[in-house]
């Protein structure tokens, strides 16, 4: 079993950073691949970055060259760096973690671009 709380999300202006974290509890963290994905209101949920156990990376076609996904094994804990951030970036953002049958996920922290 895994636990995931998000924090870090918040209101920024156009063209402002933020980093949300993703602190788990509960299993082994390393063994896990780790996700964020967001949902904008009236939109269905999409993955925006994931990294793998093994510390590879993939990203939406949407913010690749504007965030950055990183995970700490150490503290259990995956981050999502946001740069250039946009009003379309707008969403609930959510955690979760993978590992073959098991997923897990978090309650999701709001990120709100607007000037």
């Known amino acids: 079993q895994v636990q995931l709380v998000e924090s870090g999300g918040g209101l920024v202006q156009p063209g402002g950073s933020l980093r949300l974290s993703c602190a788990a509890s509960g299993s082994i963290f390393s063994i896990y691949a780790m996700a964020w994905y967001r949902q904008a209101l009236g939109n269905e949920r999409e993955l925006v970055a994931v990294i793998t156990s093994g510390g590879r990376t993939n990203y939406a076609d949407s913010v690749k060259g504007r965030f950055t996904i990183s995970r700490d094994n150490a503290k259990k804990t995956v981050y999502l760096q946001m740069n250039s951030l946009k009003p379309e970036d707008t969403a609930v953002y959510y955690c979760?973690?993978?590992?073959?049958?098991?997923?897990?996920w978090g309650q999701g922290t709001q990120v709100s671009v607007s000037s």
């Open positions: 979760n973690a993978g590992y073959m049958a098991r997923n897990y």
